[in-house]
């Protein structure tokens, strides 16, 4: 149990097009969701918290308007990439945690994004 | 802000060795949590350590606490191939995100 899907696993786009990627708990309800994000050969810096039925909470230095988040239901997020650009490309991944569970986050398998 | 500092950032071994990871940590937190990814994939949890003194093993690897010293190792014993990757540890967790270390890029050399 605790699977974490992400939609799609990896895309390439023209620079000024905008990107959706879904994350779904597939098996467990999730309040919360996160949104990571990873450079080539370094670490994972959260971008924003997701939280179902409310607005996302963003990190300092994340431009809420170009990352879109919708956290539509307690198993689906998406962050829509708005714009982008080729310094937007990166290693996009989610995490979920169980509605009520302090534990662990269980992580998609990420989405390659590659912006021309 | 909860600064996370893994030491050391790149790691080439033998098999057969042992060897440890550091995780010093700036502020308190409630969870430690060390991963696992492989090259162009996701993380793998392998521990989340809840309290002072906490000591998880898996295989090879173990894991441990000490929230007065601010500090968690994780402990490769006898080292394979197969564990050649780069390990994370980060705190937050719940309501939170995670606060990430830089990675610790191993290799595990026959």
């Known amino acids: 149990g605790a699977v974490v899907s992400q939609h799609p696993s990896w895309v390439i786009c023209k620079s000024g097009t905008s990107v959706k990627i879904e994350c779904r708990s597939l098996?467990?309800?999730?309040?919360?969701m996160f949104w990571y994000r990873q450079f080539p050969k370094q670490s994972l810096m959260l971008m924003a918290t997701?939280?179902?039925?409310?607005?996302?909470?963003?990190e300092q230095g994340v431009e809420k308007d170009k990352f879109l988040i919708n956290h539509a239901s307690l198993t689906l997020s998406t962050l829509t990439v708005t714009s982008a650009h080729p310094e937007d490309s990166s290693f996009y991944i989610c995490?979920?945690?169980?509605?009520?569970?302090?534990?662990?986050?269980?992580f998609g398998p990420g989405t390659r994004l590659l912006v021309l | 802000e909860l600064k996370v500092e893994q030491n050391p950032l790149f790691l080439s071994m033998q098999e057969g060795k042992n060897y440890t990871i550091y995780c010093n940590y700036s502020?308190?937190?409630?969870?430690l949590y060390w991963y696992r990814q492989d090259p162009g994939k996701s993380l793998e949890s392998l521990f989340v350590?809840?309290?002072?003194?906490a000591v998880k093993q898996e295989g090879r690897l173990m894991a441990s606490l000490d929230t007065k010293a601010r500090l968690s190792t994780l402990h490769i014993t006898a080292a394979v191939h197969d564990l050649s990757a780069t390990y994370f540890c980060?705190?937050?967790?719940?309501?939170?995100?995670?606060?990430f270390g830089k990675g610790t890029h191993l290799i595990i050399q026959p």
């Open positions: 995490s979920a945690s169980r509605t009520g569970g302090r534990e662990t986050q269980y």
């Open positions: 098996d467990f309800q999730a309040t919360t």
């Open positions: 997701s939280n179902e039925g409310s607005k996302a909470t963003y």
């Open positions: 502020t308190t937190s409630d969870r």
């Open positions: 350590l809840l309290s002072n003194g």
């Open positions: 980060a705190l937050g967790g719940g309501a939170d995100g995670l606060t």
